[in-house]
Every structure is written in C-alpha cells, then in structure tokens.
C-alpha cells in the first residue's frame, strides 16, 4: 500500500432522501434496452471487470460484508453500477466512516461506463435502488459528491434527493479541519443527523447541533 500523502483537501456535498415522508420519485421506465438489478456474488468477475479491479478479491470482499451493488445492464453487459452499504462506511476521499443510524443506508461508488453515459442510466439506477430500498422499509438514504461533480449533482436532484451539507475537508500531517455548512432549504434536525454520521458526534452534541441556527458555517480541528 503506497504512503499516504502527508496533506488532503475535498469539497464535498451530502444529500439524503428520507423515504419515510418525501415523496417518492417520478416512476419512470428504464431507458431502451436497459435492465435495472441488483447483482450478485456470482456476478463478481464481471462487476471487477466493470470497476477496472485487476484483482477481483475487493469486490468479493465486499459482498461478503454485506454491501450490496446495483447494475444497469445494456444488451447483458454492465453499464453503469452503485453500492450500498447500511451500518457503516468509509469515505475515502474525506478520510473519515459514514456511521448510519438504524434504517438508513448509503449510496456510494457510483459509476456509468464512459461508453453509456448521458442515456440516463444514472438518474434510472439511482430512481431504481430507492424503489428497492423504500420497498425493504428502509427510511433514509445519503449520498454524496465533491461539489465540483455536477454529472452526480444533477442526478441527484433529479432521482428526488435534497441537499443538506457542504463540508471542506483538509488535514495536513495530523492536523485537521472540518468545515460544515447546513443547506437552506435542509432542515436543521437533518443538518445535525448529517453531521453526526460524518463525525460519530453523540446525541447530546446532535441536539446541540440542531438547536442551533444550523444553517450558519460550523467547524471543528481535530
């Protein structure tokens, strides 16, 4: 495993959807020739292939912790995929873990093949994993980009997300500091659930958070 680099910067976004009380996406049909799914761990060599694994035993790995990938497939082949994950997850690029509270869940890793995009298969697989998931009882999923990634952000609008969070990352050597600001339009008891699944805060801090005028920049260095 290569060092790791002794700084790290990211603007990201988190978007969540609570399944429980927005309303559900417009149902719209797969485009032509496309299936939407959930693949399976026999699927593995195909979906390592998909992801440009040259070892598959990653993708095994995750099957075997529980994540779980969706496809959209184009004449049989993958075209474009996204996992989930409940419990728990690491986001790579923050250098932190998701931490979920019980009936929530993660979308993460999503990609459409350079050969198949703007067909509308992202938008269609993401429609298609919430489907699946609110039908489970799930009740709330998150999502996330930098905020540079306009693609995924339109996607995201467009499956029925709403946004809730910026945050600034930056760590230099281990110094590091978190930068969060609330959405206008996000509630605040959403703001600090946000927060809190980035930061493992505890319910008291939670509180705290919501209670606050949420929509203002908070920060902590760690």
């Not at 992202?122 to 609110?134: D, E, F, M, Q, S």
């Not at 946000?194 to 606050?212: D, F, I, M, N, T």
Request: net charge positive; hydrophobic share 45%.
């Amino acid at each position: 495993m290569p060092p790791r680099p002794y700084w790290s910067y990211e603007r990201g976004t988190l978007w969540a959807m609570d399944l429980t009380d927005d309303p559900p996406p417009m149902s719209t049909p797969a485009p032509a020739g496309v299936t939407l799914g959930e693949a399976q761990p026999e699927d593995v060599a195909e979906l390592a292939a998909a992801m440009g694994a040259p070892d598959p035993q990653g993708v095994v790995q995750r099957f075997v912790s529980g994540r779980r990938c969706f496809v959209a497939r184009v004449e049989g082949a993958v075209a474009a995929y996204g996992w989930v994950s409940e419990g728990a997850e690491s986001i790579g690029e923050l250098e932190r873990t998701m931490r979920m509270q019980p009936g929530e869940a993660y979308i993460w890793d999503c990609v459409t093949l350079p050969a198949f995009r703007r067909r509308g298969l992202y938008v269609a697989l993401l429609r298609h994993v919430v489907g699946v998931l609110r039908a489970e009882g799930l009740r709330r999923l998150w999502i996330g980009a930098s905020q540079d990634n306009m693609p995924s952000i339109r996607g995201f609008r467009s499956a029925g997300f709403r946004p809730v969070i910026k945050l600034v990352y930056l760590r230099v050597l281990r110094l590091r500091g978190n930068w969060l600001v609330g959405d206008a339009t996000a509630p605040p008891a959403l703001v600090a659930d946000a927060r809190h699944a980035l930061s493992g805060a505890g319910p008291e801090r939670r509180k705290s958070v919501a209670a606050r005028a949420s929509h203002a920049d908070a920060s902590d260095i760690r």
